[in-house]
């Protein structure tokens, strides 16, 4: 098994606590060598994630709590965002929402899941479960842009 680090912090499942965890996980990325635009991109998806739960998991008088976990490994970070509300139909939500096409109006454009669009543009792996709760596992890798030398592309990154 490839060793990590593993940090988990629980909060209750309320908005005022979606930035406690942007700041913990732009502290997290930038220990580990993330660049300013991809600490900016998992701020993002991770808040997308939080503010999924915090909105949709639990019934307005139900006390919950979302857990948050980061897998640091020397090539990534893996974040996991899961709560135990109700879960929901995956595939039924992307039907729903997507894909976005040019041709469309702005006027049409359909309500709801932008969060998943969002995180999966964001962020090089995203798996979703939604068996038990909804638990959002994200994977964003240190040097994404990096080519072989045998490539004809450029790095982005020095």
Do not use: C, W
């Not at 808040?47 to 998991?57: D, G, I, K, R």
């Not at 039907?95 to 969002?118: A, T, V």
């Not at 994977?139 to 450029?154: F, P, R, S």
């Amino acid at each position: 098994m490839e060793p990590f680090d593993f940090i988990e912090i629980k909060v209750p499942a309320k908005a005022e606590y979606v930035g406690v965890v942007r700041l913990t996980s732009s502290g997290i990325a930038n220990r580990m060598g993330f660049s300013y635009e991809d600490i900016e991109d998992l701020k993002v998806a991770i808040s997308e994630a939080m503010t999924n739960a915090v909105t949709h998991a639990y019934e307005h008088d139900e006390i919950g709590e979302v857990t948050i976990g980061f897998g640091l490994y020397e090539n990534r970070l893996e974040v996991m965002v899961a709560d135990h509300g109700g879960s929901f139909n995956l595939e039924q939500v992307k039907d729903g929402i997507g894909p976005y096409e040019q041709k469309e109006s702005i006027e049409n454009l359909r309500e709801g899941g932008f969060g998943l669009f969002l995180i999966e543009a964001l962020m090089d792996k995203v798996e979703i479960n939604n068996d038990y709760g909804v638990i959002v596992l994200m994977t964003k890798y240190l040097n994404e842009n990096e080519v072989g030398i045998d490539d004809d592309q450029i790095s982005t990154t020095q």
